[in-house]
């Protein structure tokens, strides 16, 4: 069974042998994905709609830090982070469920609202973070999905809000509308 932790440690249950970890960003019937294009097998692939997680680093403390270091990179497209940011998002935006746990994957859902605070504490000038991304850091989902720029080394491209709904199926006449 899982462990309470203090405030400052917003863990509900632990997962020693976790594999990867990830955030789903949910409101209402809407959750944030992105384009993963390193999934892409040839020129005319259009890649792959996915979450924001991945696996397991040496250095990370446990599946949380996993989970907003994942997060912050594939956002920001930035893979050197400050420990102290990944803390910080932790204490201040605590866990309000417990994650599932899934074959080794962690993943746990924060709001919008959450999301936003996430992106207010990364502009913070103390942080040094900065994206190649963006013009200016992202503060709000709008900014988030507006104003991305069209980088081609990234793992993640184009952002978008999908329903959440199963199964998906988009028709091809409005996937042809939208490549031509």
Not at 11 to 39: D, N, W
Not at 91 to 98: A, G, N
């Given at each position: ?16 042998e ?14 944030l ?9 040839g ?37 050197v982070?400050p ?15 417990q ?69 998906v ?12």
């Amino acid at each position: 069974m899982g462990q309470k932790a203090s405030k400052s440690a917003p863990i509900y249950m632990t997962h020693s042998e976790y594999q990867a970890a990830g955030i789903l960003f949910t409101e209402g019937p809407l959750a944030l994905a992105g384009v993963q294009k390193e999934r892409t097998l040839g020129l005319t692939d259009t890649g792959t709609l996915s979450g924001f997680g991945g696996r397991r680093e040496e250095e990370d403390i446990d599946w949380c830090h996993t989970a907003w270091r994942e997060v912050i990179e594939e956002l920001y497209n930035e893979s050197v982070l400050p420990s102290t940011l990944i803390m910080t998002l932790r204490v201040k935006i605590p866990l309000r469920d417990q994650p599932t746990y899934n074959n080794g994957y962690v993943m746990f859902r924060l709001s919008f609202k959450d999301l936003e605070q996430a992106l207010r504490i990364c502009a913070n000038p103390k942080y040094k973070l900065h994206s190649n991304l963006y013009k200016t850091m992202p503060l709000t989902l709008q900014d988030l999905l507006m104003n991305r720029l069209p980088i081609s080394n990234t793992e993640i491209g184009s952002l978008a809000l999908i329903p959440i709904i199963r199964p998906v199926k988009i028709a091809e006449e409005f996937t042809q509308d939208v490549t031509a």
